[in-house]
């Protein structure tokens, strides 16, 4: 890399201007796919956040003080979850 900061800065903008051109390239490509790409990338994100609704019901809940599970309304009690 030259020591002269002209030089540097001579390179990066030069660059930065064929990488962007060849993204305006590809731009011309894909551009009608950029809606369905987006709305694919929203309904991953509904489904994550569905997923772990459904995994923060289904967890066991813990008593704050004392960190023993606390059962859930018409849940069985099973013997190694209760406090001696």
């Known amino acids: 890399m ?3 900061l002209l030089i540097r800065v001579g390179v990066l903008v030069i660059v930065a ?3 962007m051109y060849l993204g305006a390239i590809g731009l011309n490509y894909i551009k009608d796919l950029l809606p369905w790409i987006g709305g694919g990338g929203v309904a991953l994100l509904i489904v994550g956040v ?3 609704a459904q995994k923060a019901k289904q967890a066991p809940s813990l008593d704050a003080s004392t960190g023993v ?3 859930k309304a018409n849940e ?3 013997e190694e979850d ?3």
């Open 2 to 4: 030259p020591k002269n």
């Open 17 to 19: 201007s064929a990488l």
């Open 50 to 52: 569905l997923m772990e």
């Open 69 to 71: 599970k606390v059962p």
């Open 76 to 78: 069985p009690v099973h």
């Open 82 to 84: 209760a406090v001696r």
